[in-house]
């Protein structure tokens, strides 16, 4: 397991750009492949995107292809995702989570989860 910490959500105007960062701990980031997951208010956890191991690969939701870009820096245990012309429809909380079988998109494929930070978006 990997232990995950979630950073850099606030309030963003529509149009607006926003960095999330996530920590994880231990020595073995580097194993996991990392995915964004988003949730709004009563609605269900949704994918967002997703990146492999060395960072050379990664997938979107196309809600957000074009407009979001996930990143890793393994020397420094943290994942990113880049936001940008965001809409008031990307407002939720986000989550990262770890896996080891790159390629999921359902929550259940990820095994270790942050604690989220607020994503708003005003119009």
């Known amino acids: 397991q990997v232990q995950l910490v979630e950073s850099g959500g606030g309030l963003v105007q529509a149009g607006g750009s926003l960095r999330l960062s996530c920590a994880a701990s231990?020595?073995?980031?580097?194993?996991?492949?990392m995915g964004w997951f988003r949730q709004a208010p009563g609605k269900e956890r949704e994918f967002v995107g997703a990146i492999s191991r060395s960072g050379g690969s990664t997938y979107y939701a196309d809600s957000v292809k074009g407009r979001f870009t996930i990143s890793r820096d393994n020397a420094k245990n943290t994942v990113y995702l880049q936001m940008n012309s965001l809409k008031p429809e990307d407002t939720a909380v986000y989550y990262c989570?770890?896996?080891?079988?790159?390629?999921?998109?359902?929550?259940?494929?990820?095994?270790?989860w942050g604690q989220g930070t607020q994503v708003t978006v005003s119009s």
């Open positions: 231990g020595r073995t980031f580097r194993s996991y492949a």
């Open positions: 989570a770890a896996t080891t079988l790159y390629g999921g998109r359902g929550t259940a494929d990820f095994g270790s």
